[in-house]
T-cell receptor, first 110, second 109 residues
Framework: NAGVTQTPKFRVLKTGQSMTLLCAQDMNHEYMYWYRQDPGMGLRLIHYSVGEGTTAKGEVPDGYNVSRLKKQNFLLGLESAAPSQTSVYFC?????????FGSGTRLTVV | GQQLNQSPQSMFIQEGEDVSMNCTSSSIFNTWLWYKQDPGEGPVLLIALYKAGELTSNGRLTAQFGITRKDSFLNISASIPSDVGIYFCAGLTGNQFYFGTGTSLTVIP
């Protein structure tokens, strides 16, 4: 089925650990995004990419890195997790105004 | 970043009632989108609006792109229990979408 797939769906990390969240889309979309969603804050843009090999900072990029080595994949990395990074992370891809979201990754940092 | 003010933050309504929510900004947007998010899922696009004054319907949902291009409205008529969820507006400027903080809708049977 066409869409955006995020892995993993859930993860618990200890403070200081690192991890990578994977986003894969099979719609050949140029634009991909990583958002975090916190209660009362809506969706906040972390990083985005306008095409393979490109990345750019969003609204809340600190503590995160991204890579877009292949058009279909957009990776979000946490080098040293902090409790403030406890959140639900959503990946999205876009062509025109057609935004498609993944189902989210719930990350808890203890 | 851009600030989108969405109101109300939450609504508790009786099944069958109509619902109205809106999104305002101090900035001009070229596109407005409305999304619904069910628990444990990502947002799903409901309606897209591309020009000022545009009024678009999708079943019981109707959305409007404000004439000033700084606001948008979403109405749901004759609400049903499956309308429960969080509704987000999003505005496009340049290459980026900015999201409102969401309206949580609870429909009481």
């Amino acid at each position: 089925n066409a869409g955006v797939t995020q892995t993993p769906k859930f993860r618990v990390l200890k403070t200081g650990q690192s991890m990578t969240l994977l986003c894969a889309q099979d719609m050949n979309h140029e634009y991909m995004y990583w958002y975090r969603q916190d209660p009362g804050m809506g969706l906040r843009l972390i990083h985005y990419s306008v095409g393979e090999g490109t990345t750019a900072k969003g609204e809340v990029p600190d503590g995160y890195n991204v890579s877009r080595l292949k058009k279909q994949n957009f990776l979000l990395g946490l080098e040293s997790a902090a409790p403030s990074q406890t959140s639900v992370y959503f990946c999205a891809s876009r062509q025109g105004a057609g935004y498609t979201f993944g189902s989210g990754t719930r990350l808890t940092v203890v | 970043g851009q600030q989108l003010n969405q109101s109300p933050q939450s609504m508790f309504i009786q099944e069958g009632e109509d619902v109205s929510m809106n999104c305002t900004s101090s900035s001009i947007f070229n596109t407005w989108l409305w999304y619904k998010q069910d628990p444990g899922e990502g947002p799903v696009l409901l309606i897209a609006l591309y020009k000022a004054g545009e009024l678009t319907s999708n079943g019981r949902l109707t959305a409007q792109f404000g004439i000033t291009r700084k606001d948008s409205f979403l109405n749901i008529s004759a609400s049903i229990p499956s309308d429960v969820g969080i509704y987000f507006c999003a505005g496009l400027t340049g290459n980026q979408f900015y999201f409102g903080t969401g309206t949580s809708l609870t429909v009481i049977p």
